[in-house]
C-alpha cells in the first residue's frame, strides 16, 4: 500500500506517519506540508508545500497512492468561521479533489472530531464546520472515505502536541488515562491505536464510513 499523509508534523499526523514506516505492508509514504518531520527512512518521501489551496504545482507526484491520511487541522478557539472553514473545509476540498482526480481507486481518510454536526444546523461552529466536510467527502467518488472522530487522545511513542497549552494538559492528564481508560472507554484512545486503527481501516474497510470515538480500537 503507498499512501500520502497531509499534516504529518501535528499530533495525530505523526502518530499514523510512525506507525505507517513500521508497518510492512506500507511500501511508500509521502507526506505534504509546510514543513518536513525531520524522519529518515527509505520508504518516506517528504515535499514542502506551503500552499494546500492550490496542489497543481505538485500534481505530477501525486498519484498511483492508495489511500490519504488527511490530519491537517486547527483548534477553532479564537477564530470566526469564515477563518475556521477556510483552514477545515477549503484546504480539505481543494486538496480531496485533486486527489480523486488523480487517484480513483484511493481510500480517504479524514480525521475529524467527536460530535462533529452531520446536520449542518447546530449552534457549536465547529462542529457544524467539521460535519459539512465530511458530507461533502463522502460524496466525492473515492473508492472509500472514512470519517475519523475521536475524542481525548493520549499521546504515546514520543509524540506531542505542537501547542504548548495542549502539550501541558496531555502531560498532567497522562497519569490518569489509566482511570479514564477504565471509566469512560468509549472515549479515550491513545496516538498508537489511533494511527494503527487508521491504516488498518485503509487495507480493510471498514462497516461504516463514520467511526466514532468508541470504534477507534484495533
Same mark, same amino acid.
Given at each position: 500500500?503507498?499512501?500520502?499523509?497531509?499534516?504529518?508534523?501535528?499530533?495525530?499526523?505523526?502518530?499514523?506517519?510512525?506507525?505507517?514506516?513500521?508497518?510492512?505492508?506500507?511500501?511508500?509514504?509521502?507526506?505534504?506540508?509546510?514543513?518536513?518531520?525531520?524522519?529518515?527512512?527509505?520508504?518516506?518521501?517528504?515535499?514542502?508545500?506551503?500552499?494546500?489551496?492550490?496542489?497543481?504545482?505538485?500534481?505530477?507526484?501525486?498519484?498511483?497512492?492508495?489511500?490519504?491520511?488527511?490530519?491537517?487541522?486547527?483548534?477553532?478557539?479564537?477564530?470566526?468561521?469564515?477563518?475556521?472553514?477556510?483552514?477545515?473545509?477549503?484546504?480539505?476540498?481543494?486538496?480531496?479533489?485533486?486527489?480523486?482526480?488523480?487517484?480513483?481507486?484511493?481510500?480517504?481518510?479524514?480525521?475529524?472530531?467527536?460530535?462533529?454536526?452531520?446536520?449542518?444546523?447546530?449552534?457549536?461552529?465547529?462542529?457544524?464546520?467539521?460535519?459539512?466536510?465530511?458530507?461533502? %467527502?463522502? =460524496?466525492?467518488?473515492? *473508492?472509500? +472515505?472514512?470519517?475519523?472522530?475521536?475524542?481525548? /487522545?493520549?499521546?504515546? @511513542?514520543? #509524540?506531542?502536541?505542537?501547542?504548548?497549552?495542549?502539550?501541558?494538559?496531555?502531560?498532567?492528564?497522562?497519569?490518569?488515562?489509566?482511570?479514564?481508560?477504565?471509566?469512560?472507554?468509549?472515549?479515550?484512545?491513545?496516538?498508537?491505536? %489511533?494511527? =494503527?486503527?487508521?491504516? *488498518?481501516? +485503509?487495507?480493510?474497510?471498514?462497516?461504516?464510513? /463514520?467511526?466514532?470515538? @468508541?470504534? #477507534?480500537?484495533?
Amino acid at each position: 500500500m503507498k499512501v500520502i499523509i497531509f499534516g504529518a508534523t501535528g499530533m495525530i499526523g505523526r502518530s499514523v506517519l510512525q506507525e505507517c514506516l513500521l508497518d510492512d505492508e506500507v511500501e511508500a509514504v509521502l507526506t505534504v506540508g509546510r514543513s518536513v518531520t525531520g524522519l529518515q527512512y527509505e520508504k518516506l518521501n517528504e515535499v514542502i508545500h506551503k500552499d494546500l489551496l492550490d496542489l497543481s504545482p505538485i500534481e505530477g507526484i501525486l498519484s498511483g497512492y492508495d489511500a490519504c491520511f488527511f490530519c491537517v487541522g486547527v483548534s477553532s478557539a479564537g477564530m470566526k468561521e469564515r477563518e475556521y472553514q477556510r483552514v477545515t473545509y477549503d484546504i480539505t476540498m481543494a486538496v480531496a479533489q485533486t486527489l480523486v482526480k488523480l487517484n480513483a481507486n484511493m481510500t480517504f481518510i479524514y480525521v475529524s472530531g467527536s460530535g462533529a454536526d452531520s446536520t449542518e444546523q447546530g449552534r457549536v461552529m465547529w462542529a457544524r464546520v467539521k460535519g459539512k466536510t465530511e458530507n461533502a %467527502l463522502l =460524496r466525492m467518488p473515492f *473508492k472509500a +472515505a472514512y470519517m475519523f472522530r475521536p475524542a481525548y /487522545i493520549q499521546p504515546r @511513542k514520543g #509524540i506531542v502536541s505542537k501547542t504548548r497549552l495542549y502539550r501541558i494538559l496531555y502531560s498532567g492528564l497522562g497519569i490518569l488515562y489509566p482511570i479514564f481508560k477504565r471509566l469512560f472507554p468509549q472515549y479515550v484512545t491513545t496516538t498508537e491505536i %489511533l494511527g =494503527r486503527t487508521m491504516i *488498518k481501516v +485503509a487495507k480493510q474497510g471498514a462497516q461504516t464510513s /463514520i467511526i466514532e470515538s @468508541k470504534d #477507534i480500537r484495533l
